[in-house]
């Protein structure tokens, strides 16, 4: 009897023990899906910030202009960029003038300054705002101070459509004061098409009109060839980080994949013939309705023309131009884009990516992925490395950017 009471008694402990152990795991698990659903939710609620915010600030330049139904509807016209054009091609911002407020810097016109641009062994960077957009993103700025850092003895030009940038945030005095390299300008375009190839087709209304789904990109398509063969100089995209100078590449450009190369970055001196074999085929080519059309499969059709060649490779040279491997500014591929967003073991990012000048972040499919202060990703360690600032700014009131 007494052995069966205390088998009862044991076995009760052990129930216990159990219970108390499943309580814990169940806890635990109530924890992991708790905290998991606050992380979506607050990504989620951060978004519909960020496009509520942008829809109330198009709402807003409308009815400065006295526009109501003229762009479709706010949220259309925030997908699309804040830019538009009239019947012969011109843009024009919707930005109130810069003058007695102190929250907006008005701009030097670029072709204003060719004393500097156009100086004997000057090398010029472009990155190209052309949605109209006063305050760009801070992964936008991000890519404009790795370039002031990583190339001090380069002259970096972030170019506007907008006539004006904005100073709210205190993130463009930071980095004039640091980077006395970067330079902001705006321009008319009719100064950058005027006497080029492309000249015919800016003054019609494809690149914008006709219910194209991004007008902002068909004119960077345009105007980075435009502003590289009227200065000369390197042009990068606004969704790469640079990693090491590039101030050594001359009349180059780099494959994005097989076959295909990327017009996200390149160099070329000015006036260089194959730079006007891009405008040329662009404007005979150009399809307002293609994504990618008028950027990597025009040059590479270029190319593949004039190199005589089907395939295009690491290494291939013609015409004055060389073809660097895909690493040099897309280490990391399109449909390996997820592991920019991912910690990695490796912190010295040079060492990872030897070779590379560069790194894109592919931000037409990627600016959805959240990026978490100090979470160890590619993207943190680059933006912490080579664009502190931007990076310090733009985590200020969140981890998350």
Known sequence: ???????????????????????????????????????????????????????????????SLGVNETFLNAAD???????????????????????????????????????????????????????????PKYRSWCSAESMA???????????????????????????????????LATVHLDDVFEGTPLEELYRT???????????????????????????????????????????????????????LVNGA???????????????????EHFNPFVWGKNGPQTVSAVLRSVCNENILYQGLVCDNTKILSHTAFNPIQPHQRSMLFLATAVQDLRKRFQGSYAIHFWNRETRIYPVVKESGTIYDLASKNFCPFSRELATKKSRIY
């Open 1 to 63: 009897m007494g052995n069966k009471r205390n088998s009862i008694r044991d076995f009760s402990r052990i129930w216990k023990v159990k219970r108390f152990f499943a309580v814990l795991v169940f806890l635990g698990v109530t924890y992991s899906f708790a905290s998991h659903g606050f992380y979506v939710a607050e990504r989620q609620h951060q978004r519909l910030l960020r496009r509520s915010i942008a829809i109330q600030e198009v709402q807003s330049h409308q009815r």
């Open 77 to 135: 016209y925030a997908m699309k960029g804040l830019v538009s054009g009239n019947r012969n091609g011109s843009v024009f911002c919707s930005h109130k003038s810069a003058s007695g407020d102190s929250s907006l810097l008005r701009l030097s016109d670029f072709f204003r300054n060719e004393t500097e641009w156009k100086k004997e062994g000057a090398f010029n960077i472009f990155l190209i705002e052309t949605s109209c957009n006063s305050k």
């Open 149 to 183: 850092q990583q190339n001090p003895k380069a002259i970096v030009w972030y170019i506007f459509t907008s006539p004006e940038v904005d100073l709210s945030d205190g993130l463009v005095e930071q980095l004039l004061q640091k980077y006395k390299n970067l330079r």
């Open 205 to 259: 209304s494809a690149w914008h009109s006709n219910g194209t789904l991004w007008p902002a990109a068909n004119l960077s398509n345009m105007m980075r060839i435009a502003m590289v063969w009227q200065a000369g100089g390197f042009y990068s995209d606004s969704d790469v980080i640079c990693i090491s100078p590039v101030t050594e590449l001359k009349n180059v450009i780099g494959l994005a994949s097989f076959n």
């Open 265 to 283: 970055n390149f160099h070329f001196d000015r006036h260089h013939p194959m730079v006007k074999k891009f405008m040329l085929y662009l404007n």
